[in-house]
């Protein structure tokens, strides 16, 4: 699958473009961001690698302590990538799609550098792969998500299902939201 691209309004999502490559691009509101386009790129791990896997080494093994035999494995080749890049081309937040039953799929990896959170690059990201979960016709987006970011999970309409649990070494829960088509 190539990359993706199509445009995002700030904050606000659009919906893909009928191009074969899918690039949104948002204008950040406030911030060191403010007024410049972010770019939104979905695809698949050969394409968005060598984004997606330095921004992962930072967050989770250096910044989170999570073993690297933990952080890789081979799902990264089967699902779709989605990565966030400033103006300059950097990556700033990144995540993963992959299916997890019929109609059902998994987002795991989500990602955004220290120095960049609160600026709405995640929701961009979850949203970016809510949509291409619901353009493959999935009914149903669940993630093991960490127990710091439930809240932010929850404002996109995800809910807890069952109890706290340790993964990598951290604090999960499960949760799901259910895609509108």
Known sequence: MPFKKAVLTPWGHRGFSARAHHRRQTTMGAGFYSNRTMTLITGPWTELQHWAAPLRTDVFVREQGVPQELEWDDLDHSAVHAVCLSPQGQALATGRLLVHGPGQARIGRMAVLASHRGLGLGRQVLR?????????????????????????????????????????????????CPLSH
Do not use: K, N, P, W
Not at 144 to 173: D, K, N
């Open 128 to 176: 970016g792969l809510m949509a291409v979960a619901r353009e493959r016709g999935d009914r149903l987006v669940c993630l093991h998500a960490q127990t710091s970011a439930r809240g932010f999970y929850e404002r996109e309409g995800f809910v807890t299902q069952g109890e706290v649990f340790m993964e990598a070494g951290i604090e999960h829960i499960e949760m799901s």
